[in-house]
């Protein structure tokens, strides 16, 4: 009789399933979404063990339910499984669902639930599973739920549950996967823990708190997944890790761990991921992590021994991970905040992240294809680079980019119909940029979840920002922000602040949303792209105004100067050649200066350092050349407006003197004092030769030589200065 029941049980379950998704689909585009809720009827089958609430098929339109877990499953009394996953059930659990004795699994998870959990859940004695994660429970675990001695499988990741990790969970001996992520939950991990010897998986992250030291897991043979992220968990790694031969995916990530790697570790043959990222290891990088074609993060450490060639061996990420201290000895990427290997000379960043090269806004967007993840770090012409961390837990060969899945009308620029995807840390570094504020545009678009009313609309997509360090976002919705999926939205930042010459961009899950909607591996971090733009006036070459003007001044100073020689020397007829010993000490000669490679001293001092010594001494040396005293040896006006432009380089009179004698300042000028015919004859052919062969692509060269000669004989007066007399 009971294997009769049990048959018609079942048949009768398969002929409901077929009559509610037949009718529901004829007619659901006609009811209101809130009619979709549970039906009563359902309590007519008294005899029902399995009852199941959940889309396997996409096509099979709006079919799932909304509104509050009704109450009137309680007199199923012969229900064993009741499974809610992926629906849009809000409420709290009802305490009536604590009176099935004979539950043995409740899956409530991807649902909208609030409240507390029931006390009474304690009393089903019988129950297995117990999965209530992606939901919105308050609270704390129940005291009651350490009498659930016969649980396997415990959920509840991404929760707002609060409190400490209760001591009793070491009365779950016979479970075998624990995950307690993204709950607000406290440490320090529980010494009841190690009791649980049957565990393959154990997933915990995002503790506060107190710290703890690492937990005892030495009996646990059969782990096969061991993430315990961010669990405030100091002290060394220790050895008998390398004897949990069945370890696949090791996460140690965002701890406080110390010491050297054990050398045990690499006995773990099983292994596929190691991440130890954010942390304080040192020692050195063994050459079998180097050499590993495993993905291995080790990135974000202080390691000091032998550091190896590059950031990225293989699949290796060794971005920032070696001490400070280390100096110019290592690579610029192995540094602590990726310092800048030259001059910081960028204050622009443009990037589509997962997409092609695009232009925006007149505004050149780079390409950012890369499909590696677990354990990346890609620097792309020391502008820019990101670094990648983590594995879709449920689908490891998932991708890290994405595009438009579900033919979405995205709204937006074309940036937002691709993104860059990560299943746990995503970082981002503009390089060698210059010091100062920067205003920091952060785009979005969520094109992985329908926009329909399916099982695929259901999914929640929730992760944190940081800017410099400094949380800009938390529990960032995307789709819920923009008021939809396929909507681009962007986060403006006004005022980040670049103080040596990296700014970095931080996405980070923290263990919230959904993980299995539309399929397994679509959680964590999104980012379509990143526009960063400076607040403060970019010097492009150009000179300031008060730099100019200093310049100009100076530079109608030397004009003066050699006037006033040139007039003292007679050349102009206003005074004889006998006076020329008058000439006062303080006016030293620009060509002395520029031969003792002192040129900028005529620059005006109250300036400071705020000018462009390249383009003072650009300035300078056009004045010496347009001044020089033969008018065929001066520069041609096109040639000096190239020379301005800084599209020609300039070079000034070669100055030689036959002595060291610093007396021969004062007879700096006497050459100038010669005839200019003289001059033009002395030069003629050399620069007659120059000034014709020279372009715009090649340096205006003055083809005279000023000598400085240090015997006091006195020059005959030249003939055209007689003339002027």
Not at 283 to 310: C, E, H, M, Q
Request: glycine share 8%; aromatic share 8%; hydrophobic share 40%.
């Amino acid at each position: 009789m009971g294997t009769f029941c049990c048959f018609l049980t079942r048949i009768l379950f398969v002929i409901l399933i077929f009559n509610c998704c037949f009718q529901f689909r004829s007619h659901a585009q006609l009811l209101p979404l809130e009619e979709a809720a549970i039906p009563e009827e359902f309590t007519n089958l008294a005899f029902l063990r399995e009852l199941w609430f959940f889309v396997l098929n996409r096509d099979f339109t709006r079919n799932y339910f909304n509104g509050s877990i009704p109450t009137f499953f309680s007199q199923l009394k012969n229900l064993s499984i009741l499974g809610f996953l992926g629906n849009r059930l809000s409420g709290p659990i009802p305490q009536e669902i604590g009176e099935i004795a004979t539950l043995e699994e409740l899956v409530l998870e991807d649902n909208q639930l609030v409240g507390s959990l029931p006390e009474n859940i304690g009393n089903l004695r019988n129950l297995r599973r117990l999965l209530l994660s992606a939901n919105n429970f308050s609270g704390s675990i129940p005291e009651s739920f350490g009498n659930l001695k016969n649980l396997t499988d415990f959920r509840i990741d991404g929760s707002n549950l609060t409190g400490k990790i209760p001591d009793f969970i070491g009365n779950w001996t016979k479970l075998t996967i624990l995950h307690l992520q993204g709950t607000s939950m406290e440490g320090p991990i529980p010494s009841t823990l190690p009791r649980l010897t049957n565990l393959t998986e154990l997933r915990i992250s995002d503790l506060s708190g107190a710290s703890s030291n690492f937990p005892n897991l030495r009996d646990m043979i059969n782990m096969g997944r061991l993430i315990l992220r961010n669990c405030l968990i100091t002290g060394t790694i220790p050895s008998y890790i390398g004897d949990l031969k069945s370890l696949k995916t090791l996460d140690l990530s965002f701890n406080q761990l110390t010491g050297q790697l054990p050398t045990e570790l690499q006995s773990l043959e099983s292994i596929d991921f190691i991440f130890l990222t954010n942390n304080s290891l040192t020692g050195a990088v063994p050459n079998w992590i180097l050499n590993s074609k495993r993905n291995l993060d080790l990135s974000y450490n202080n390691f000091t021994d032998s550091s190896p060639a590059s950031c990225q061996q293989s699949d290796v990420n060794l971005a920032s991970s070696f001490s400070s201290s280390q100096g110019n000895s290592i690579a610029w990427c192995l540094k602590k905040d990726l310092p800048c290997n030259g001059k910081a000379k960028h204050h622009s960043l443009f990037i589509n992240c997962g997409g092609n090269a695009i232009k925006h806004e007149g505004n050149n967007y780079e390409v950012d294809l890369s499909t590696k993840g677990p354990s990346n770090f890609a620097s792309i012409d020391n502008r820019w680079a990101y670094s990648s961390s983590g594995v879709f837990m449920g689908k490891e060969n998932a991708d890290y980019i994405t595009t438009n899945q579900y033919d979405l009308n995205v709204r937006g620029a074309e940036y937002y119909k691709t993104a860059r995807l990560a299943p746990q840390s995503l970082k981002y570094y503009g390089l060698c940029m210059r010091k100062g504020g920067y205003k920091v545009k952060l785009h979005f678009a969520e094109i992985m979840f329908t926009d329909n009313e399916t099982f695929s609309s259901l999914g929640k997509r929730i992760f944190d920002v940081s800017i410099q360090g400094k949380l800009v976002l938390k529990d960032f919705n995307i789709a819920e922000e923009a008021g939809g999926v396929g909507i681009g939205i962007t986060k403006e930042f006004n005022d980040v602040q670049v103080n040596g010459s990296t700014l970095d961009v931080h996405l980070y899950w923290t263990g919230k949303g959904t993980t299995a909607i539309p399929d397994r591996g679509v959680y964590g971090p999104l980012i379509s792209a990143i526009t960063v733009t400076p607040n403060f006036k970019v010097d492009t070459g150009g000179l300031s105004a008060g730099a100019i003007v200093g310049i100009v001044v100076a530079s109608c100073a030397v004009v003066i100067l050699l006037l006033v020689v040139l007039w003292m020397k007679g050349c102009f007829g206003g005074k004889d050649l006998e006076n020329k010993g008058k000439i006062d000490n303080a006016k030293i000669s620009a060509y002395v200066l520029q031969e003792q490679g002192n040129l900028l001293e005529l620059v005006d001092p109250s300036l400071g350092s705020k000018f462009s010594k390249e383009e003072a001494l650009r300035m300078l040396n056009i004045a010496l050349l347009c001044t020089n005293p033969s008018p065929t040896l001066r520069a041609p006006m096109s040639s000096v407006v190239a020379m301005l432009e800084g599209k020609v380089p300039v070079q000034a009179p070669i100055v030689k003197r036959s002595s060291d004698n610093q007396d021969a300042r004062f007879k700096a000028f006497e050459i100038l004092s010669q005839d200019s015919q003289t001059m033009v004859s002395t030069f003629s052919q050399g620069s007659h030769s120059q000034i014709s062969n020279s372009s715009m692509d090649g340096p205006w060269r003055d083809s005279s030589s000023v000598s400085l000669q240090t015997t006091d004989e006195t020059r005959e007066p030249s003939s055209s200065s007689m003339l002027l007399k």
